[in-house]
């Protein structure tokens, strides 16, 4: 049965925004097997050599008009193997994908902060730049991302794997949500289970999903049986069998995004963030107000720290928008001493309840839940608390109130994109306006935003 483009997309939409934006159902790294300990594999080859010595390019060639982009760099780093154009589980998954006018948006907006990055670090190494789309099968490039078997950040590694790979993970710090230490882990991995099965990467990619020893078993079952033992001849867990297609596919996708009626956000070949050495603690809100970004910013670039105080056992980088790095350096130097936290931290003692620490601290009870981003009131001995004084508790009794402005509709825009982008409910924007859901290039809209 033949069905429309338009069909297509309104039918798959809103199930694949539910799977991509939530926490992923993938395991992450090795999450079907246990990770031998083992150090960090070195780089196989230089990026010069890793390009001279692959296949021709089943890529195609950038047109003499066309801008150079963060794409058109990642397109230039394709390496494996041309012959999965023809794969009818790569067409499945790209067709599917294809169907997703909203998903490049959606995620290509949350991976700005951090595929610049990743690109780096593959071409340091000379790896593949079809790894660097691997975030976006694991957690559609969300750090935050949390999966049913306990798999974190954009790289989804569970906790063994992340100790495996130095991944420190405590009360304070979750480095696997650290995007630059989980991506030298990750490309580590990969790199080591690269050289596990003999330099082929779709046997290595395989293997990050469901665990060295998985692909390891299925190969050599098929050795045994006189089986090809490529890829695509192994019987895998079926999240694997659609692992690999998935990345192949958003590849092509990539590689030819007019042949698939899509439009790729335009994404810069230039950096998103800078590293800065932080050797002692500072409150992130705080941070925040020296580089003139939001919160919100702070805590997506640096999604590590599990409370609003970098972890006390620095020193640590702290990742700062690019244009705001030299600003925050020098707001930092300036900084006193007794302002770089606005809050102490309180050990929770034996017969200690959330209401009776409020009360000694001259605090609510939500004050209190707020600056430790808890749901609930249980705690437990031994476990550590932020509590709240001076400026930072005055803000937090008194938040200000949301800022007025006005929003020029662009074309492509929708109530749901223009919601996401700030923050807002759909019915909030149709309240403020009076629309519907038809907008045009143009229309000025009113947006009531804290």
């Given at each position: 049965m033949f069905m429309s483009p338009n069909a297509l997309r309104n039918g798959f939409l809103t199930l694949w925004l539910v799977v991509l934006v939530g926490c992923?159902?993938?395991?992450?790294?090795?999450?079907?097997?246990?990770?031998?300990?083992?150090?960090?594999?070195p780089a196989a080859q230089t990026s010069a050599d890793a390009r001279s010595n692959a296949n021709s390019r089943w890529r195609i060639p950038q047109r003499i008009d066309e801008p150079r982009t963060l794409w058109t760099r990642i397109r230039d780093g394709f390496l494996l193997e041309p012959a999965v154009e023809t794969n009818p589980r790569v067409d499945q998954q790209r067709l599917y994908?294809?169907?997703?006018?909203?998903?490049?948006?959606?995620?290509?907006?949350?991976?700005?902060?951090?595929?610049?990055?990743?690109?780096?670090?593959?071409d340091k190494r000379g790896m593949p730049l079809e790894l660097a789309l691997l975030p976006f099968v694991e957690s559609g490039y969300n750090p935050m991302a949390?999966?049913?078997?306990?798999?974190?950040?954009?790289?989804?590694?569970?906790?063994?794997?992340?100790?495996?790979?130095?991944?420190?993970?405590?009360?304070?710090?979750?480095?696997?949500?650290?995007?630059?230490a989980s991506t030298a882990a990750a490309l580590d991995y990969l790199t080591k289970l690269n050289n596990m099965f003999d330099g082929d990467w779709l046997l290595a990619v395989a293997a990050y999903n469901c665990g060295e020893g998985c692909v390891g078993r299925a190969v050599k079952r098929n050795r045994e049986l006189g089986l090809p033992a490529d890829y695509w001849n192994l019987q895998l867990?079926?999240?694997?069998?659609?692992?690999?297609?998935?990345?192949?596919?958003?590849?092509?996708?990539?590689?030819?995004?007019?042949?698939?009626?899509?439009?790729?956000?335009?994404?810069?070949?230039e950096p998103y963030f800078a590293q800065i050495t932080i050797k002692r603690p500072l409150d992130l809100i705080k941070a925040a107000e020296l580089a003139s970004i939001s919160s919100d910013e702070m805590k997506y670039l640096n999604p590590a720290f599990k409370h609003r105080v970098a972890s006390p056992g620095g020193p640590y980088q702290l990742l700062i928008p690019v244009e705001q790095a030299e600003q925050f350096s020098s707001?930092?130097?300036?900084?006193?001493?007794?302002?770089?936290?606005?809050?102490?931290?309180?050990?929770?003692?034996?017969?200690?309840?959330?209401?009776?620490?409020?009360?000694?601290?001259?605090?609510?009870?939500?004050?209190?839940?707020?600056?430790?981003?808890?749901?609930?009131?249980?705690?437990?001995?031994?476990?550590t608390l932020i509590v709240p004084h001076g400026p930072a508790?005055?803000?937090?009794?008194?938040?200000?109130?949301?800022?007025?402005?006005?929003?020029?509709?662009?074309?492509?825009?929708?109530?749901?994109?223009?919601?996401?982008?700030?923050?807002?409910?759909?019915?909030?924007?149709?309240?403020?306006?009076?629309?519907?859901s038809n907008l045009r290039p143009g229309q000025q809209l009113t947006l009531h935003v804290k």
């Open positions: 992923q159902t993938t395991t992450g790294p090795a999450g079907h097997s246990t990770v031998t300990k083992s150090p960090p594999a994908f294809a169907s997703q006018p909203r998903y490049f948006e959606i995620t290509s907006r949350r991976a700005q902060r951090y595929l610049h990055y990743v690109v780096e670090e593959l949390y999966s049913k078997s306990h798999a974190a950040g954009i790289w989804q590694f569970i906790p063994s794997t992340g100790r495996v790979f130095a991944l420190r993970q405590d009360d304070w710090y979750d480095g696997r949500r650290d995007i630059t867990p079926n999240e694997t069998m659609n692992y690999v297609p998935k990345l192949l596919a958003l590849a092509q996708i990539i590689n030819s995004p007019e042949e698939y009626g899509t439009v790729l956000p335009v994404l810069n070949d707001a930092l130097a300036k900084l006193p001493d007794n302002e770089r936290v606005s809050f102490t931290r309180y050990t929770v003692r034996r017969g200690d309840t959330l209401t009776q620490i409020a009360q000694r601290h001259n605090l609510s009870v939500n004050m209190l839940r707020q600056a430790n981003e808890m749901q609930g009131s249980l705690i437990n001995v031994g476990q508790t005055q803000m937090a009794r008194t938040p200000s109130a949301p800022a007025k402005r006005t929003y020029t509709v662009q074309s492509g825009d929708s109530l749901y994109s223009i919601a996401r982008r700030f923050n807002v409910e759909i019915k909030q924007l149709r309240a403020w306006n009076g629309v519907d």
